[in-house]
């Protein structure tokens, strides 16, 4: 059974740091992009970073380029985000997604199996 589950949320004053992790199971990583999406509350879901199945390439929304960065581990069956230099409008629930090619297109629709979210927040 597919499953992605994250975890690194958490409570961080403005100008901090956050690292993310997204355990996945039930699938080969190595055939899928891997992607980092977030929802803030009266918001729709956006794409925040993706990764390529062979993490040779990554997408950044420009929101967060040179702040975010995002790695993956195949071994580890792992997906990472890596967040300084956090804002107050980074505050959202952050998703792992599972990617439905190898190609990275950071869009909600290029991706179909989503984590349960982990919640970040971003308050002095």
């Known amino acids: 059974q597919l499953q992605l589950v994250e975890s690194g949320g958490g409570l961080v004053q403005p100008g901090g740091s956050l690292r993310l992790s997204c355990a996945a199971s039930?699938?080969?990583?190595?055939?899928?992009?891997l992607g980092w999406f977030r929802q803030a509350p009266g918001k729709e879901r956006e794409g925040v970073s993706c990764?390529?199945?062979?993490?040779?390439?990554?997408n950044y929304a420009d929101s967060v380029k040179g702040r975010f960065t995002i790695s993956r581990d195949n071994a580890k069956n792992t997906v990472y985000l890596q967040m300084n230099s956090l804002k107050p409008e980074d505050t959202a629930v952050y998703y792992c997604?599972?990617?439905?090619?190898?190609?990275?297109?950071?869009?909600?629709?290029?991706?179909?199996?989503w984590g349960q979210g982990t919640q970040v927040t971003v308050s002095s």
């Open positions: 997604a599972k990617g439905r090619f190898r190609l990275c297109v950071l869009s909600v629709g290029d991706f179909g199996s």
């Open positions: 039930g699938f080969t990583l190595d055939y899928y992009a």
């Open positions: 990764i390529s199945s062979s993490g040779g390439s990554t």
